[in-house]
């Protein structure tokens, strides 16, 4: 089982350094992207700065048809 949840973690979450996802946009075919950052041991409120300028930054994302 813990093979399992090291398989699928990236080093830093298993460091316990923090990270986050954000929406990034859309396939061509409609399908999301993310990105994904990783931050520094403790820089927590750092990490979520850059992420809210970045989300702040850019114009919102149109809701996805229903049924996806």
């Not at 460091?15 to 409609?30: E, H, I, N, Q, V």
């Not at 970045?54 to 048809?65: I, Q």
Request: proline share 12%; no cysteine; aromatic share 6%.
């Amino acid at each position: 089982e813990f093979q399992a949840v090291v398989h699928n973690a990236t080093p830093s979450s298993i460091a316990g350094s923090p990270g986050l996802s954000l929406p990034a946009g859309f396939t061509r075919d409609g399908r999301p992207v993310s990105i994904a950052l990783d931050g520094p041991e403790q820089k927590d409120e750092r990490l979520l700065s850059i992420a809210m300028a970045y989300e702040n930054s850019r114009p919102s994302f149109p809701a996805p048809a229903s049924g996806r």
